[in-house]
Nanobody, 123 residues
Framework: QVQLVESGGGLVQAGGSLRLSCAAS????????MGWFRQAPGKEREFVAA????????DYADSVKGRFTISRDNAKNTVYLQMNSLKPADTAVYYC????????????????WGQGTQVTVSS
């Protein structure tokens, strides 16, 4: 089975930056597409970004395009989410997820999930 552990969350002022990391174990990392999702207080969990197994395909939610960048280092079994120009609306628990082969924006397409890391953006 695949285990995922997120890190890098914290408190940042609006306009600041954070880089989230998700370390994977228990599988052949390059065979998994990876996604980032988030859940804000009182809201449903939503798609943020996804990346294919080789890093050649990416997808982003409209709300984060131009501000967030997803990347991966298969030698380190790690996926990253670089978050720039953060807004209070970005405040949420961020989760990474894994699925075999093809990227998707759908939560139900991901079989493995991390425990989440809190990102708080102050005004």
């Amino acid at each position: 089975q695949v285990q995922l552990v997120e890190s890098g969350g914290g408190l940042v002022q609006a306009g600041g930056s954070l880089r989230l990391s998700c370390a994977a174990s228990g599988g052949t990392f390059s065979r998994y597409a990876m996604g980032w999702f988030r859940q804000a207080p009182g809201k449903e969990r939503e798609f943020v970004a996804a990346i294919g197994g080789s890093g050649g395909r990416t997808d982003y939610a409209d709300s984060v395009k131009g501000r967030f960048t997803i990347s991966r280092d298969n030698a380190k079994n790690t996926v990253y989410l670089q978050m720039n120009s953060l807004k209070p609306a970005d405040t949420a628990v961020y989760y990474c997820a894994a699925r075999k082969f093809v990227i998707t924006t759908l939560q139900t397409g991901y079989a493995y999930w991390g425990q989440g890391t809190q990102v708080t953006v102050s005004s």
